[in-house]
């Protein structure tokens, strides 16, 4: 873990986090057509100043929309939205030292499929390196048994309830050992008892000499009394840092004083809240307090020092450990997605058999019969495969952005579309299996056997088509606009529905971007370079083929086409690769996901 190491000699009473002339604001924003802005420029954060010491436990309340999340978004370095000002920790700017400051979010995101062992486990070995490791495997086991979790080591995520979710994200999160513990809203959703369960860990863990900053809506008397400190926080500004019972004083000293017996959290909140004239007064008495930081001394910069216990796995093995992770989960599933593949296919095939029955290429009826049947098994393993991927980020995109860092986007689009390829074997072999035993294929088993290998090819960019589409548009209802625009051209290309001798010039290099036009090129040579001769009848008005190759002169397929197919295969999977990367780093920059 990335930590910021000081002089022992400075270890009492020093700074940790200064903040100084924080300001945040959403950027304007101008249609491209408009010069007038759409949208104006808004001030979230205004002007903060302050500093936060060694071991405070500190409760940061305030009304909604006071800018709470920001603030803590901001300390720990992790804003992407436009700001001036400067945040430190321990004298060095607070993105130097990513992993000394780590956030537990206010909605935990898992993979609710894993046990709670399985997700400790991914992301020790991901954050760590091996829980072989005699220190890893004690840092886990020590955080399992201090978060009482050892009787829900084979839970499933999913199960359980509220507060045990929101120690397993605090025991995922103390992993890499963090000195700076920021928490949004941690206790939203608990009940009073788990509620003062999750605020008594944090606590214990100040008491470590960590600096723990939780933001509370609305804390009960029991709680708020369990934080040393207070940041009040009204219309994107500080108005008080300090203990408790210098808020109280503060109030005081403007007027403002708590009833007996009142809950004090509710009624700082209400005082700042539609209330100007309170919120300037405060701000002027939080000014006169900027002694509390500008006399202490800081820590030099030359005593500090960056040291990381976490590691970054290697590319590979963060495939295989997303992999894996995803293989769990399939594993949990597998019967109910084998028993859904496998009627979908059974009557899909049978489908095809009773329409194609006795279908053969050696007549001038056949070949159009023939025709709707290689088409047919091409388009519904390319449907079938694609239309399965397209959903694959749209439950997982906020689990990757809460995930940033941990590991590549690269590795996760790659394991997402290894983690498809049994489909991609098991769908064309059972397709081909029923559907081809309806119709006359010359040399069965080999013809039989070339199909599946071809359509296990061609399935892999249809996979990887799905994902890209899914990356650029995560969202479903853009996804089911956009899909059928894209999908039409791509199908037109294929040659099932036009000659795609007859395109005009300027339409012919679209088809080199369809993956339907080289599965159907591939499949039909294998087929019709082995008929020799179609009858033709005598009394035939129409204009007859007479063999296999002229029904592909006819299409407008290639010759060589085990060449240009296999580079086609080849390129247009890196190509929708590339776009869902492009995709998938898109919804990266935007940051992490709270």
């Excluded at 080591?153 to 397993?168: D, F, H, I, Q, Y």
Aim: glycine share 6%; proline share 4%.
């Amino acid at each position: 873990m990335e930590l910021c190491s000081y002089d022992k000699e400075q270890a009492e009473n020093d700074l940790v986090i200064r903040i100084k002339g924080l300001k945040v604001w959403t950027p304007e924003e101008k249609s491209w057509w408009r010069r007038k802005p759409t949208k104006a420029k808004t001030v979230i954060l205004n002007n903060i100043t302050g500093c936060i010491r060694r071991g405070e436990f500190a409760a940061i309340i305030g009304p909604s929309g006071a800018g709470k999340t920001t603030f803590l978004v901001s300390l720990a370095g992790k804003c992407t939205l436009p700001s001036e000002g400067s945040v430190t920790l321990w004298a060095r700017n607070v993105k130097e030292c990513p992993g000394a400051v780590e956030i537990v979010p206010q909605h935990e995101v898992f993979m609710d499929g894993l046990s709670v062992m399985e997700h400790l486990v991914f992301m020790t070995e991901m954050k760590l390196g091996s829980c072989k490791d005699p220190r890893n495997q004690a840092t886990l086991n020590s955080l399992v048994e201090e978060f009482k979790l050892k009787p829900h080591v084979n839970t499933p995520v999913g199960g359980l309830s509220g507060g045990e979710k929101r120690l397993l994200s605090l025991a995922t999160t103390l992993l890499s050992d963090p000195q700076i513990l920021i928490c949004d809203e941690p206790t939203t959703g608990l009940d009073s008892y788990n509620a003062l369960l999750v605020v008594g860990v944090l606590k214990k863990l100040s008491t470590t000499g960590r600096v723990v900053l939780c933001s509370v809506h609305q804390p009960s008397c029991d709680l708020f009394k369990e934080f040393s400190s207070v940041l009040l926080m009204a219309e994107g500004r500080l108005l008080f840092h300090g203990s408790q019972e210098e808020c109280k004083e503060v109030f005081e000293s403007i007027g403002l004083r708590c009833p007996l017996n009142y809950n004090p959290a509710e009624f700082y909140i209400r005082a700042v809240s539609n209330s100007k004239s309170n919120v300037q007064r405060l701000v002027e008495v939080s000014t006169n307090r900027l002694e509390y930081c500008d006399g202490a001394s800081p820590v030099r910069p030359d005593l500090v020092h960056c040291y990381n216990r976490t590691i970054q796995r290697n590319w590979f093995k963060q495939v295989y450990l997303l992999l894996w992770r995803l293989s769990l989960t399939l594993k949990r599933e597998i019967k109910n997605q084998l028993l859904q593949l496998f009627i979908t296919v059974v009557v899909t095939s049978m489908v095809l058999g009773v329409a194609y029955v006795g279908a053969s290429g050696t007549t001038q009826r056949g070949v159009q019969q023939i025709r709707g049947f290689l088409w047919l098994i091409t388009s519904e393993v390319s449907f079938g495969v694609s239309y399965s991927a397209l959903y694959a980020f749209e439950y997982e995109i906020a689990l990757f952005k809460r995930e940033t860092g941990v590991y590549k986007c690269s590795a996760y689009f790659v394991s997402r579309l290894l983690s498809f390829i049994p489909r991609c074997i098991i769908y064309p072999v059972l397709l081909v299996s029923i559907a081809t035993l309806a119709v006359d294929l010359p040399s069965y088993i080999m013809t039989a056997t070339e199909f599946t290998v071809l359509l296990i090819l061609s399935a892999i960019p249809a996979v990887a088509y799905g994902l890209g589409m899914a990356a650029l548009f995560t969202s479903t209802g853009i996804i089911g606009d956009v899909m059928p625009c894209v999908d039409l051209p791509l199908l037109l290309m294929s040659g099932a529905f036009l000659r795609l001798s007859s395109l005009p010039p300027w339409m012919y290099p679209v088809k080199y971007i369809s993956h339907f036009y080289y599965a159907m090129d591939a499949i039909s040579n294998i087929y019709w370079r082995q008929i020799d001769f179609i009858d033709c009848p005598t009394n035939e008005t129409s204009t007859c083929v007479k063999d296999g190759a002229a029904v592909l002169l006819e299409n407008g397929y290639v010759t060589d086409y085990i060449l240009q197919d296999s580079l086609g295969f080849i390129l247009l999977t890196l190509f929708w690769c590339v776009l869902g990367y492009l995709g998938l780093k898109r919804e990266e920059r935007k940051g992490y996901a709270y």
